[in-house]
């Protein structure tokens, strides 16, 4: 079955102790982001990668970090999380052709207290 | 910068129709259409790429309008599934600089 898989789903933490999200897909896309979203902000995108070793920054990149060694993966590193992070995290995954939608994940819901 | 959404909310009786609107500042190349549930993952419904495109499936349908850089989403004789957030999307593809409008809650009540 063609997913993007997240983990973890909830996770509950306190500040500056640094956290990864891992993401997933097995769909072979070269395209990979992260969205954060808010009540009232929508999904907002934190980085994107176009491929492998090729990364970027979103529109709300401060205090995370990505990676993206292998194709299928795209973890996201929050070094010294904050509680102003606390939010809820989609990863996403697309391949080349335009006609195609972005995949996304389950979603994790992260508080920093 | 983020397209505006509008309306914010809306409230219908199953049955009726409705229509939700998507306009950016920017020049639009694409715009792609996602329905949410509450905590639940976006749902893609369809991607428009052209001035002036149309597209729909089962009663749901969008236009493009490229020269006006808007896009309006039409739901016709609304279900209680229809019920959720949507949002519309644009940006370059590939993903970079993909900005999602703040979305437009949508109540179906029986």
């Known amino acids: 079955e063609a997913q993007v898989t997240q983990n973890p789903r909830y996770l509950i933490t306190v500040t500056g102790k640094k956290l990864t999200v891992t993401c997933s897909q097995n769909?072979?896309?070269?395209?990979m982001s992260w969205y954060r979203q808010d009540p009232g902000l929508g999904l907002r995108q934190i980085y994107y990668?176009?491929?492998?070793?090729?990364?970027d920054k979103g529109d709300v990149p401060e205090g995370y970090k990505v990676s993206r060694k292998e194709k299928r993966n795209f973890p996201l590193i929050l070094e010294s999380p904050s509680p102003n992070q606390t939010s809820l995290y989609f990863c996403?995954?697309?391949?080349?052709?335009?006609?195609?939608?972005?995949?996304f994940g389950d979603g994790t819901r992260l508080s920093i207290l | 910068q983020q397209p505006v959404q509008s309306p914010q909310a809306v409230i219908l009786r199953e049955g009726e129709d409705a229509v939700i609107n998507c306009s950016s500042s920017?020049?639009?190349?694409?715009v792609h259409w996602y329905r949410q549930k509450h905590g639940e993952a976006p749902v893609f419904l369809m991607i428009?790429?052209?001035?002036?495109e149309q597209k729909g499936h089962d009663k749901i349908s969008a236009s493009f309008n490229e020269k006006k850089q808007q896009s309006s989403l039409y739901l016709t004789a609304s279900q209680l599934s229809y019920s959720g957030t949507y949002f519309c999307?644009?940006?370059?593809?590939?993903?970079?600089?993909?900005?999602f409008g703040p979305g437009t809650r949508l109540s179906v009540l029986p």
């Open positions: 920017k020049a639009l190349y694409s």
């Open positions: 769909m072979n896309h070269e395209y």
């Open positions: 990668s176009m491929n492998v070793e090729v990364t």
């Open positions: 996403a995954s697309s391949s080349t052709d335009s006609n195609q939608p972005q995949h």
């Open positions: 999307g644009t940006g370059n593809w590939g993903g970079q600089n993909f900005v």
């Open positions: 428009l790429l052209k001035g002036g």
